[in-house]
């Protein structure tokens, strides 16, 4: 079936040391995200990849950077995490084209998450 | 800016109860409308959406009418399991002519059998 996979799906990691968190997509779609959430709320946008146009959200902290080497991956780099970086981290997939008629296209697919902890 | 407005949980019925849970949201034009459910453990999983106003989403008993006139998009199942016990999120696609979703905080409810 065509999904979203996330790895490794639980990350434990120490104060400062550096993480890095992968999402693979079957689903060709050509918009990739990165959300956080943490306990009990919404999920925040972190990033996403139009394409290879990279967005940054204006309050994402500089400690998170994203790579994106072809349509099927997308990698979260989290540079020196602390303790406050704690949380879910969902990817999700969304297939955009530009004059396609609405439907199924505006759908989110997201994977099930990597829950990261920082001893 | 645009936002999404759910009512706090947690919400907490019998089995078999009448269930709903009230969006509101704040945007310009017309936006895509959809909830969103989430398991313990698990990433979100898309539960329904409506496209344009008078829309009626629906998916496993849930169901969701697009309600422009008064910025609503409350989801509602006749008769609530145990199963269905969740996260549930309300969230918008802007049409200001970027790609971001906008969700509400989440409400969770929990079916007693």
């Known amino acids: 079936d065509a999904m979203v996979i996330q790895n490794p799906r639980y990350q434990v990691t120490q104060f400062g040391k550096p993480v890095t968190l992968s999402c693979s997509q079957t689903?060709?779609?050509?918009?990739m995200y990165w959300y956080q959430q943490k306990s009990s709320q919404a999920p925040k946008l972190l990033f996403h990849?139009?394409?290879?146009?990279?967005?940054n959200e204006a309050d994402t902290p500089d400690n998170f950077q994203s790579r994106r080497p072809n349509t099927s991956f997308c990698f979260l780099d989290i540079r020196s995490p602390g303790l406050g970086d704690a949380a879910m981290y969902l990817c999700?997939?969304?297939?955009?084209?530009?004059?396609?008629?609405?439907?199924?296209?505006?759908?989110?697919?997201f994977g099930p998450g990597t829950r990261l902890t920082v001893l | 800016g645009d936002s999404v407005t759910q009512m706090e949980g947690p919400v907490t019925l019998s089995e078999e109860a009448f269930l709903t849970i009230n969006c509101t949201y704040t945007?310009?034009?017309?936006?895509?409308l959809f909830w969103y459910v989430q398991y313990p453990g698990e990433g979100l999983q898309l539960l329904l959406k409506?496209?344009?106003?008078?829309d009626k989403g629906s998916n496993k008993g849930f169901e969701a009418t697009y309600r422009k006139e008064t910025t609503s998009f409350h989801l509602e199942k006749g008769s609530v399991q145990v199963s269905d016990s969740a996260v549930y999120f309300c969230?918008?696609?802007?049409?200001?002519?970027?790609?971001?979703?906008?969700f509400g905080t989440g409400t969770r409810l929990k079916v007693l059998a």
């Open positions: 999700a997939t969304r297939e955009e084209r530009l004059g396609a008629t609405r439907g199924n296209y505006n759908e989110q697919f």
């Open positions: 689903l060709n779609h050509n918009v």
């Open positions: 990849y139009y394409d290879k146009d990279f967005n």
């Open positions: 945007a310009t034009g017309y936006p895509s």
């Open positions: 409506a496209t344009k106003a008078d």
């Open positions: 969230a918008l696609r802007s049409t200001s002519g970027t790609y971001k979703y906008i």
